[in-house]
């Protein structure tokens, strides 16, 4: 079993940044997919950003060249370092390790607003 736990949300203003951290109970380094995924108010869930086998890297539409996922596997953490933030950038976010056998974390709410 694996423990997230994620940190880094709070209130911002359009335009501002956050970074995201979700760190992980044990080692990371055998997930071949760790992604981050947000939920809106009244919203499904969707996917922001994934990365896999440690490299390659997946956006949505909405977020690309804004928004960059990483993953440090000395530390056990994922990050999702936003930029440029927008009021529709407004979420929970989540992060997720794995993919048929999947960890989520508790959600992290990120406010974007002036």
């Known amino acids: 079993q694996v423990q997230l736990v994620e940190s880094g949300g709070g209130l911002v203003q359009p335009g501002g940044s956050l970074r995201l951290s979700c760190a992980a109970s044990?080692?990371?380094?055998?997930?071949?997919?760790m992604a981050w995924y947000r939920q809106a108010p009244g919203k499904q869930r969707e996917l922001v950003a994934n990365?896999?086998?440690?490299?390659?890297?997946n956006y949505v539409d909405s977020v690309k060249g804004r928004f960059t996922i990483s993953a440090n596997n000395a530390k056990n953490t994922v990050y999702l370092q936003m930029s440029s933030l927008k009021p529709e950038d407004t979420a929970v976010y989540y992060c997720?390790?794995?993919?048929?056998?999947?960890?989520w974390g508790q959600g992290i709410p990120v406010t974007v607003s002036s």
């Open positions: 990365i896999t086998n440690g490299a390659t890297t």
């Open positions: 997720k390790l794995g993919l048929a056998v999947a960890y």
């Open positions: 044990g080692s990371i380094f055998r997930f071949y997919v």
